[in-house]
């Protein structure tokens, strides 16, 4: 039972285009949900995150939007730079519980030069 | 840098062994949660320690326990290793409990322990 799908297991963007990254979840319970850059050989680095309570969150080039109604979330990234290349996750969690992250299977971006 | 570490960074275990993976936190965190990452899977929650006692599980069997020393360090255990417990095994340290706000857990670089 996955609670958290990302359903693209690869994007490839051309550089300085936007990248968009989705993601949904079936648990209407989380409140709260995260984006995880993940690098070959190092642990997840957390991107960007964003409350049940607010529907955008930006910071500098990342942008997450929530759309609580269709359970859905999708990260942008404008513009998109070599470096961004890596696996994305989307993950969730319900603050008011314990800290447990639920995380999607992961998205592998390739920025194109 | 997280200030989260693990080690050791690779490990190769004989099926059926056990096996001990650590994790030191980030200075002023109190949570510890431990995570398994098959490959081509995102990472999947094992347990979580919140000032020495367990505080969630996942699906995981008894043969995966742990420990969170008063440092708020800790160790995950592996007994009767088996095949397809090969995988990143990574820590995430977080501000927990009464201080918890919406604030994300920093992870370690992960051990990756093959079994064999």
């Known amino acids: 039972d996955q609670q958290v799908k990302q359903n693209s297991p690869s994007l490839s963007v051309q550089e300085g285009r936007i990248s968009i990254l989705n993601c949904d979840y079936t648990n209407s319970m989380f409140d709260y949900f995260l984006w995880y850059k993940k690098y070959p050989a190092e642990g997840p680095t957390f991107l960007i995150s964003?409350?049940?309570?607010?529907d955008k969150n930006e910071d500098g080039r990342f942008t997450v939007f929530l759309n609580k109604s269709a359970k859905h979330l999708s990260l942008h990234i404008v513009p998109s730079q070599p470096g961004d290349s890596a696996v994305y996750f989307c993950?969730?969690?319900?603050?008011?519980?314990?800290?447990?992250?639920?995380f999607g299977k992961g998205t592998r971006l390739h920025i194109l030069p | 840098e997280t200030g989260v570490t693990q080690s050791p960074t690779h490990l190769i275990k004989t099926r059926g062994q056990q096996v001990t993976l650590r994790c030191s936190s980030q200075s002023g965190h109190n949570t510890v949660s431990w995570y398994q990452q098959a490959l081509g899977q995102g990472p999947q929650f094992i347990f979580q320690?919140?000032?020495?006692?367990?505080?969630g599980r996942g699906n995981f069997p008894p043969r995966f326990s742990g420990l969170q020393f008063p440092n708020y360090s800790s160790e995950l255990n592996v007994n009767a290793l088996e095949l397809d417990d090969s995988a990143l095994y990574l820590c995430?340290?977080?501000?927990?409990?009464?201080?918890?706000?919406?604030?994300?857990?920093?992870f370690g670089q992960g051990t990756r322990l093959t079994v064999v």
């Open positions: 995430a340290s977080s501000l927990g409990g009464m201080h918890r706000t919406n604030t994300e857990a920093f």
């Open positions: 993950a969730a969690n319900t603050q008011n519980r314990d800290d447990k992250i639920i």
């Open positions: 964003i409350s049940s309570i607010k």
């Open positions: 320690y919140y000032r020495e006692e367990e505080n």
